[in-house]
């Protein structure tokens, strides 16, 4: 790399950071010093407020008001206020998203609820056969306990292979591995043309882009909260049901805090209307009031403007890669397209694992995804354009 250039990409990434209106908000995280972190899209930054948030909880709320804080500290309707504040980031009207439970938990109930939703006579499950191992082996499971048949087809031909045979359809918005984006209106608008429900995993969307539930008329859809909505390592996820199918939702899961009447404790279950439908057991209230709390770093965030900063970001990092790693030693797998790009980008390159490791060891922290891509995922409440530029610059140092 000549000094020109050196200048030109350091200057260029000073004014679009002295221009982000975002830029502010990464005083909402804490971070460690001297780190640039881009795997965001694995486990989510900590958010200031966090820590005080979570001593409140166990000293005050459990070590002082114990048993009442059920009522007196709002534990028992956490899963649905703290899902009603997710909502807006997925396009979701309140009282559709229920907190609680793995995405693995969640993705069983809503394929098994959606088998059980769909019309008689319909024969076969579609499920991306590029998704994130979870997704495949609980469609799996769901497809035969619910007497389907099991289809894995790619994304870029599930559209062509729905038809008046399938009943449900699982996709990911973003794919894990390769940050591809797919189509969830189009894809979304087929399924329900061949009289199917459609199921989305936003793990890697939610937070990130707008997604648009409701715009779109999506069937039921489940993420994490642990990426890019920062609520923590085992932080619990979410169940959206669209609010014209939650009266005849039969979920495989019917624990008593998804009873009609809890505390009646009665043999014969009765479900409970609206959202609560979709609660098991107890909630994970330590886990889960972390989350309500990380949820404060969106306040006044526009998800628009997110996605205009990670496209901003991810088009930077790949001409800083461009410019900086000599031709030839890495290959880029995430879409040029903007219609067709997550919030990560992926880079294909021999000996992965090796380059990541060093990577982290110079204080850049991306992952890798086997056999062969690196990964850095692109936060814009927290990740700046220089950041991106030392990225990309100390891989290029790496490849000498
Ligand atoms: C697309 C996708 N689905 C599901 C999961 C994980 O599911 P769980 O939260 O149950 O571990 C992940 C990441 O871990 C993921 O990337
Ligand atoms: N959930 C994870 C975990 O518990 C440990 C390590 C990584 C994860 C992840 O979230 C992986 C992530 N879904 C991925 O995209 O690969």
């Known amino acids: 790399m000549s000094d020109a250039m050196l200048t030109d990409l350091q200057a260029r990434a000073a004014r679009l950071d002295a221009e982000d209106p975002l830029g502010k908000h990464r005083e909402r995280f804490t971070l460690p010093d001297g780190v640039v972190y881009l795997d965001g899209n694995s486990l989510g930054a900590l958010p200031a407020g966090v820590p005080g948030a979570v001593a409140d909880v166990v000293g005050r709320q459990w070590g002082e008001l114990l048993i009442r804080s059920w009522d007196e500290s709002g534990w028992w309707t956490a899963p649905e206020r703290i899902g009603d504040r997710i909502a807006p980031l997925v396009g979701a009207a309140p009282g559709q998203v229920t907190v609680g439970d793995s995405t693995s938990v969640n993705l069983f109930k809503a394929l098994v609820g959606a088998a059980r939703l769909a019309a008689p006579g ?45 009943a449900v359809v699982l996709l990911n918005h973003v794919d894990y591995r390769t940050g591809r984006l797919h189509d969830l209106p189009a894809l979304t608008a087929a399924a329900h043309a061949a009289g199917a429900l459609i199921v989305w995993d936003l793990c890697h969307s939610a937070g990130a882009l707008p997604v648009g539930l409701d715009a779109h008329a999506v069937d039921l859809a489940v993420g994490c909260t642990y990426k890019y909505l920062n609520g923590g390592p085992g932080a619990p996820a979410y169940l959206y049901v669209a609010e014209r199918h939650q009266d005849a939702f039969d979920s495989p899961l019917p624990g008593w805090n998804s009873h009609a009447e809890p505390f009646a404790m009665t043999p014969q279950y009765t479900p409970a209307r609206g959202a609560a439908r979709a609660r098991v057991g107890t909630p994970d209230i330590l886990s889960m009031l972390a989350l309500e709390s990380a949820l404060d770093a969106w306040e006044g965030v526009d998800v628009e403007a997110v996605r205009a900063k990670s496209l901003a970001l991810t088009d930077f990092f790949l001409d800083c890669v461009a410019a900086y790693v000599p031709p030839g030693l890495v290959e880029v797998v995430t879409p040029q397209a903007h219609a067709e790009r997550g919030s990560q980008v992926s880079l294909r390159t021999a000996d992965a694992r090796a380059v990541m490791t060093e990577l982290i060891s110079r204080g850049i922290v991306g992952d890798y995804r086997a056999p062969d891509v690196l990964r850095f995922g692109f936060t814009p409440l927290y990740v700046g354009f220089a950041d991106a530029e030392r990225a990309a610059r100390t891989l290029g140092h790496i490849f000498g």
């Open 122 to 166: 319909r024969t076969r499950m579609l499920v991306d056969a590029t998704t994130f191992p979870t997704d495949g082996y609980i469609a799996a499971s769901a497809a035969r306990m619910t007497g389907l048949e099991l289809v894995p087809v790619d994304p870029s031909e599930a559209a062509g292979a729905m038809d008046e045979g399938t």
